[in-house]
């Protein structure tokens, strides 16, 4: 059954939809902006690398244990209360790590910032799922940018504050944007319904699940087996408890329904193939072609404007050709766009591996809008929050999945290639065929977006 919300005015939701990307935006750059900083910040504090590593690692450790306890927060407080409160948080640990003192100070500020970071991305899609209704179509375009363009400009700006002003403004530069997204978020975000829930916490399955997903996701970011290994187990443990439970934090009942799960085996999918294999290309151009930070952001440009194009016209192109025929077409342009890069060791024009961007960056935009799509409108709008939670779950793990797949793939064919832009061709042929998957379960999207 669909969501029966009336249709709001399009200002209106162009508004919201404004104010939850600036959100979006700044929850994704800043988890990807420290990564230019690390040997500025270990030197500065005077801290072993090993340590300031985890000024990283505890923003992802954080984030993830975040996520699933956003439903039933929402649920039970309303997601404008929610998101304002994410957002709080989020700045004010922004603003304590610009002032940390010492490498475990600033690890301690940024598993603030992670757990404000973590709920903004899917408290905002509950709420503009929500308020949007059956305009939800014609406007998921512009609430799935960020996730798109951020990670371009992440790298890009921290290594401009970085070389100009030092780390400590790769925060400072943010908490004006924090601020201000606040401001704006209360005059603009809908007051809460009055139904609330009141079933209680549940307890057992948040102690199973945040650290679970925490650690699982840690310990295949960082290439610790046993991390992954324990999370791996207390996320079995949850999935017992889950279904002997009448009221989970995250339910998996939403699982039989063919929308949601055709969904989440999509996005599961897409987080483990296309776009894990982002992490290679930022790396190519580092290791390989000796760009800066800064250098390798532009040379990224191409994919994130390819991305942004299709992503602003996906409504238009969703009410065209449906959401099975869209998905397909992303994922065919994805690939088309991958299979420059499996020839890496054959040396291709820079010329030949822009456009292939491009065109790679098309088929990311025409593959992300159909999932989400797909997903709230097939959904009770009183469903919407829990399913949001467990829609960026799923994605959290397959994209964990998939990145540490194909890092230990280039790590070993690094150390048995006879040139290292081979080694980064055969993964991309890895990352290639992985991607291919991607397009069983697009077969099973509807042909036709919800009413």
Request: aromatic share 8%; glycine share 12%.
């Amino acid at each position: 059954m669909g969501m029966t919300t009336a249709v709001r005015p399009d200002a209106a939701l162009w508004r919201l939809g404004g104010v939850l990307i600036m959100g979006a935006v700044l929850s994704i750059l800043d988890a990807t902006i420290v990564t230019v900083g690390i040997d500025s910040i270990a030197h500065d504090l005077e801290s072993p690398l090993t340590t300031v590593q985890w000024v990283a690692s505890a923003y992802l450790l954080a984030a993830s244990a975040a996520i699933p306890l956003s439903g039933w927060l929402t649920d039970r407080f309303g997601g404008r209360a929610v998101w304002l409160t994410a957002v709080a948080i989020f700045t004010a640990g922004t603003l304590l790590c610009g002032f940390a003192w010492s490498a475990p100070a600033l690890i301690a500020f940024r598993v603030l910032h992670g757990l404000g970071g973590g709920l903004m991305q899917p408290v905002g899609q509950a709420v503009f799922a929500q308020a949007a209704g059956p305009a939800l179509g014609r406007m998921i375009g512009v609430i799935t940018l960020p996730a798109t363009v951020a990670p371009v400009l992440g790298p890009m700006l921290g290594g401009a504050l970085v070389a100009d002003l030092g780390w400590r403004w790769m925060f400072f530069g943010i908490v004006p944007l924090g601020v201000a997204t606040f401001l704006f978020a209360r005059r603009l975000l809908p007051a809460p319904s009055p139904e609330g829930t009141q079933a209680p916490l549940d307890v057992r399955g948040i102690a199973l699940l945040s650290p679970g997903l925490g650690v699982f996701v840690y310990g295949l970011a960082e290439g610790v087996a046993v991390a992954w290994i324990a999370g791996a187990l207390l996320l079995l443990a949850y999935g017992v408890h889950a279904s002997r439970t009448a009221a989970p934090v995250l339910d998996l009942k939403l699982f039989r329904n063919q929308g949601f799960a055709v969904a989440s085996a999509s996005t599961f999918l897409l987080g483990a193939s296309l776009y894990s294999s982002m992490l290679l290309l930022p790396l190519y151009y580092q290791q390989i072609e000796h760009a800066s930070a800064w250098q390798a952001g532009l040379l990224l440009a191409p994919q994130a404007l390819g991305s942004a194009a299709v992503l602003l016209a996906s409504g238009p192109l969703l009410a065209r050709f449906g959401p099975r025929r869209t998905m397909l077409a992303g994922i065919g342009l994805s690939l088309l766009g991958t299979i420059a890069f499996t020839q890496l060791g054959s040396a291709p024009s820079g010329l030949m591996l822009t456009l292939s961007l491009l065109i790679r960056g098309a088929g990311l935009g025409a593959a992300t809008a159909p999932g989400m799509t797909t997903l709230y409108g097939s959904l009770e709008r009183s469903r919407i929050p829990r399913a949001a939670s467990a829609f960026n779950v799923v994605n959290r793990i397959g994209g964990s999945l998939g990145t540490a797949l194909l890092a230990a793939i280039l790590h070993d064919h690094l150390t048995t290639a006879t040139s290292p832009p081979a080694a980064f061709g055969t993964t991309f042929t890895w990352a290639l065929a992985l991607s291919a998957l991607t397009l069983i379960p697009a077969l099973c999207f509807p042909s036709k977006g919800p009413q």
